[in-house]
């Protein structure tokens, strides 16, 4: 069937891979800016910066970081006092490797001819591209908190801010001779949330705050899960001092507590059990921009009617100061 779009000729199977492609291409930016405004951790992310364009280096992308001064050559002086010159490293580069998402949109040729009409044939690729967008959110956002056992996906929150922080690699740097990259932990076994929960939650706060910063030295978000969130909420009650955000994050719907003036939120995706305290100076969801959301060509596999393409990105999450966060792990929640 030949289908006339001025004055030239076309085929409705080429028509229709125009448009969505088109379509697609219209709609980017607005896919992108609703895909890191559906949950509290990636809008405060998004909101901060920390959803960034970076060129890879390859397989990689290199991150230069600070983790120490020249403090050797610094005194208090007199007259006739002579200053050291002595050099010790205090930059470093991390190599966080890139990782590649993507998703099929698949148009069979049976549905291809059921939408006629230019309405009805808009309508039909704005549904093959929505769903396509919440396809790729729902992995960013169920693997960049929980670390999916594929070795080929985005390294994980989980991973990055450890219960065994003395173990592994961050960046391929060793956690076991690189104490910056150790973050803060407590194991909460045998300890209860009415009882201890305020006080481990202050320590870890401070134990995250004692160390040198660029703008933002404390923490500004807490992630945990639904059942701790929701003890919190009850020992704040109890207490009558229930402190509230009232930010654009808090009407996502996974709450709108706050901890010493910081938003608190839990996730379903947060491994049970797991509070985490964060700087967002020192995390980035980092992403190729030659690479982020880019949609292929549209292609027939042999045999066969249906027509598919792909939507891509080339992206890791990261970490440059580990030490500046926690987790408080092994809590046992009182509700259900």
Not at 90 to 118: A, C, H, I, P
Not at 147 to 157: C, E, G, H, R
Not at 199 to 209: F, G, I, K, Q, V
Not at 255 to 268: H, I, R, S, T
Request: aromatic share 10%.
């Amino acid at each position: 069937m030949a289908v006339s779009i001025s004055g030239t000729s076309t085929s409705k199977t080429e028509l229709i891979d125009n448009l969505a492609t088109s379509t697609f291409y219209s709609m980017r930016n607005e896919i992108i800016d609703q895909a890191f405004k559906i949950t509290p951790f990636f809008d405060r992310l998004w909101e901060k910066g920390k959803i960034k364009e970076r060129i890879p280096d390859g397989t990689h992308f290199e991150v230069p970081v600070r983790y120490g001064d020249q403090s050797q050559n610094r005194k208090w002086f007199g007259r006739g006092d002579k200053f050291g010159t002595s050099e010790k490293e205090y930059l470093t580069r991390m190599l966080f490797y890139v990782r590649n998402l993507g998703v099929s949109l698949v148009r069979t040729w049976e549905d291809d001819q059921k939408n006629r009409g230019k309405a009805k044939l808009f309508d039909y690729v704005v549904d093959l591209i929505e769903t396509a967008k919440l396809t790729m959110t729902d992995a960013l956002e169920d693997d960049l908190l929980a670390q999916n056992v594929d070795p080929l996906s985005i390294t994980a929150l989980a991973t990055l801010i450890s219960t065994t922080p003395t173990t592994g690699t961050v960046g391929t740097k060793s956690r076991s001779t690189d104490t910056y990259l150790q973050n803060q932990i407590k194991d909460f076994s045998g300890l209860s949330t009415a009882n201890n929960l305020l006080d481990e939650m202050t320590r870890m706060y401070n134990l995250c705050s004692q160390w040198k910063a660029n703008k933002q030295r404390t923490p500004d978000i807490i992630i945990t899960e639904r059942r701790v969130y929701q003890d919190y909420e009850r020992i704040c009650r109890a207490l009558q001092q229930i402190s509230t955000n009232k930010t654009e994050r808090a009407s996502l719907g996974f709450g709108d507590l706050m901890f010493k003036n910081v938003e608190m939120f839990w996730a379903p995706q947060c491994p049970s059990g797991n509070m985490y305290m964060l700087n967002s100076e020192t995390l980035e969801l980092d992403y190729d921009p030659s690479n982020w959301m880019e949609m292929t060509e549209w292609k027939t596999e042999p045999n066969s009617l249906d027509r598919y393409c792909q939507i891509v990105s080339r992206c890791q999450f990261i970490c440059t100061s580990p030490q500046r966060n926690g987790v408080i792990f092994s809590i046992t929640p009182t509700t259900a």
